[in-house]
């Protein structure tokens, strides 16, 4: 708790830079998917091989910051991805029957934990899931046939769209809670179709726009790739110009592994 503490304590509002130094580990992930709209705790598992675990020891589990510890301990230690610990965040931030966008939804990962975090009975959540490749959204499309019953399934839209393009294909009356973006190429597919600083930031705007107050902005960056960190200062000067009056800009960074991806948070007050 006092290490979660630390970190609230620590992010970086505005210029400010938040650093931590450690190594990095990343576990293969798979997550098991729900067939029924689960619990706060119980909605993502993973799978037997990392043996890893969501909640928090030290936590009670009604505390409504359970898991997180754990996800930070991890991602400090090396046994947590960037994404393990954006997905955790989002758990605190995302509730049931919310509408969120993945705005680049690539083999679908992070749509299903969306789904997870948003379907209930009420079938009043929905993921707007966005993607400029049409193998992306056949991707996503297979695993969530693999995942879900037909009914979960029918929460989730699926646009073949650039993600500047939001506005498009999202109701103008939703109250968007989260828009998510996971940027750079497509796991296995073609590394030279990447998410460009020009279209990250026209889709930063757009998100700017919809997200409802209490509600994310959520990016991994990655900058291992032509152009990457070029992205993040884009990010980051977009991030550093939102006043602090209305939003809080976090930002996780390895010291001394340079490529390794960064969860960037833009929470709206
Ligand atoms: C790192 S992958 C996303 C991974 C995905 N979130 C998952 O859980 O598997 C990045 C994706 O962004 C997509 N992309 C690139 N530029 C885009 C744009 N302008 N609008 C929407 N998607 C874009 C790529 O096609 C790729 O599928």
């Not at 046994?79 to 610990?85: L, M, Q, W, Y």
């Not at 705005?103 to 707007?128: I, P, Q, R, W």
């Not at 700017?208 to 992205?231: D, N, Q």
Request: charged share 20%; glycine share 8%.
């Amino acid at each position: 708790m006092s290490l979660l503490r630390f970190w609230l304590g620590s992010i970086a509002i505005q210029k400010q830079r938040t650093r931590f130094s450690c190594g990095f580990f990343a576990p293969s992930q798979r997550y098991i998917s729900s067939s029924r709209s689960r619990n706060f705790y119980s909605c993502l598992k993973p799978n037997q091989q990392d043996g890893a675990h969501y909640q928090s020891s030290s936590l009670p589990r009604d505390s409504p910051l359970s898991g997180m510890e754990d996800a930070l301990t991890g991602y400090l230690l090396g046994k947590k991805r960037a994404t393990d610990v954006a997905h955790m965040v989002w758990r605190h931030v995302v509730q049931k029957g919310d509408t969120v966008v993945d705005a680049t939804c690539g083999n679908g990962y992070d749509t299903l934990e969306m789904l997870k975090l948003v379907a209930d009975d009420s079938h009043k959540g929905f993921v707007y899931a966005l993607d400029i490749q049409k193998d992306a959204l056949d991707m996503t499309s297979s695993l969530l046939d693999d995942s879900l019953n037909p009914t979960e399934k029918q929460l989730i839209k699926l646009f073949n769209i650039c993600h500047s393009k939001m506005e498009e294909v999202i109701p103008s009356h939703a109250s968007v809670r989260l828009i998510a973006f996971n940027l750079g190429y497509l796991p296995g597919g073609d590394k030279e179709i990447i998410t460009r600083s020009e279209t990250t930031l026209l889709a930063l705007e757009a998100a700017k726009r919809i997200l409802m107050p209490g509600g994310l902005i959520s990016l991994v960056v990655y900058v291992g790739h032509p152009g990457g960190w070029e992205e993040l200062e884009s990010i980051e000067a977009f991030a550093a110009g939102l006043s602090s009056e209305n939003w809080i800009c976090c930002k996780l960074q390895m010291l001394n592994r340079p490529s390794s991806p960064i969860p960037i948070f833009l929470f709206k007050r």
